[in-house]
């Protein structure tokens, strides 16, 4: 057990240094990730590594999907809502459909149920794997919102399409009229088990007396506990994650009121998040001998063009699908016609970010070992393997040509966008006026407090920064007064806060341009405050 901790250690400190590396060559880490699991493959006297495939499921899946749904936009979300949903469910479908069918006929011995449950594996494209890949460029916020929406929804969909494909499998019959019933109502259920959950953590979060460190230490247990409890009464858990985590993000303002909270969390999800994404990659190089090993009576070749025939299809029936998604929609409904036309540079984009990732890796690792009834199951190696190479393919091929694809083709923005630099002076010009209504309704009479009317004066001239005036005033004044500024800015910059999420329900400047305002205030709080508060 310590030897095998050990390597781990040591091999999620080597990949460490790949995607340090990967920063040095300004190349998306997810890249050097799958190379990484694929080197681990074959270094030589790497022992096997055995794992419950239920608790590489429970453990990794539900705050992958919590963290994407966090930093989803919700009036973005919905602002592109027909794209998202075309994409995250249609185009799941339509791929699981051409993959079941298309591998049902290619490999011998490969079932309808076993194609669908490789569909459901293979068809999200994974949002991190797009995000790094993009991180810099210049890309329209539409095209970014998409995505992100897209690899949100998808995720769940897709592992709703595996679990039903799955128990197929198990139980060796479907009928699709009941599956699709049982989908709306397990999806539907599983969302009210979300948001219910969701609600109760809401609850405990915003009137106990929590700490940073119990705060970040439930949010990481909130996942699994909307997963399990939606599971438990055999919902969908996937949806439970993802509805319960908007929820949450939606009303993180009312719930995380502290800026030393919300900065804690971010470094301990930004660490788990990138742990876990590398810790994946390293299992299935420390399972991929032991996968090649089980392949049977395929051989390493026959794995490798299924690989690549179910990877040229994924590929090309994202492209057969966005095209028409992007044009079809504006000739039938005017409300379409109101946003400017994507052209083509726009779908062309959406399409080659298709890049699969951490998710259907983690889905197909969680294919259990053995059947109901004790026997093997079957072409599980072969799918992990297929799987493996759709991952390499996409994430590798994709991943690098992505950006000089973007580059070539000149994108530009193409929807009414204000400047970022123009939504930061207008959320700043509120936050002002804000925190000048409160001095004059309840402060007005303090004029005799020298640093009140100091930092009173500031805002009226804009001239000079707080924690200049703090650090030029702190010599000079008594504690109380400083003690009494304090509170004053406090109250502040709570009321700004709430001014914030008054912006965000306006939907005229972007969560973006928010966020980065309200980081600015979790960081002016904790000059006064400390970590600790």
Known sequence: MHHA??????????????????????????????????????????????????????IFLPPLLYEAAW???????????????????????????????????MIPGFTLALGFLLGGIVSPPDAVAAATVLKGMKVPKRLLTILEGESLVNDASSLIVFKFA???????SFSMQEATGQFFLVAGMGIVVGLAGAHVMYVVHRFLPTTPAIDA???????????LAAEQFHFSGVMAV????????YRSHEVFQTGSTRLNMLGVWTTMIFVMNALVFILIGLALPEIVAGLGAYSIADGLRYGLIVSLITIALRFLWVYPAAHIPRWLSVKARRDPSPGWKGPLVI??????????????????????????????????????????VTLVFQG??????????GLEEIDDIVPAYQQQAGIQLRLDLAARKLIREKYEGSEENELIEHYRLSL????????RQLETLEFHHQKEEIAFLNKMLLEIYGLQRKELFKLRKEKYFSDEEIRKAELQLDLNELKLTGAGH
């Open 5 to 58: 901790l050990l390597l781990v250690l040591g091999l999620l400190f080597a990949v460490m240094l790949l995607v340090l590396l990967a920063r040095r060559m300004k190349v998306a880490y997810p890249v050097f990730l799958v190379i990484a699991g694929l080197a681990i493959g074959f270094i030589p006297g790497m022992p096997l590594l055995h794992l419950d495939p239920e608790l590489i499921f429970l």
């Open 71 to 105: 930093y989803t936009s919700w009036n973005d979300f919905w602002k592109w809502k027909r794209p998202i949903v075309l994409l995250a469910f249609g185009l799941v479908f339509f791929t699981s459909t051409i993959i079941a069918w298309s591998t049902s006929m």
């Open 166 to 172: 799955l128990a197929a499998v198990l139980t060796g």
């Open 217 to 227: 230490a439930l949010t990481v247990m909130t996942p699994y506990i909307l997963f």
């Open 242 to 249: 993802v509805s319960g985590g908007l929820f949450m993000s």
């Open 351 to 392: 399409s080659w970010a298709g890049m699969r990732g951490v998710v259907s890796l983690a889905t197909a690792l969680s294919i259990p070992m053995m059947m109901s009834d004790g026997t093997a199951f079957p072409q599980r190696n072969l799918i992990l393997f297929v799987t493996f190479v759709v991952i390499f």
């Open 400 to 409: 690098l040509t992505l950006p000089f694809i973007i580059r070539l083709i």
């Open 460 to 467: 009226e001239k804009e001239i000079g920064s707080t924690e």
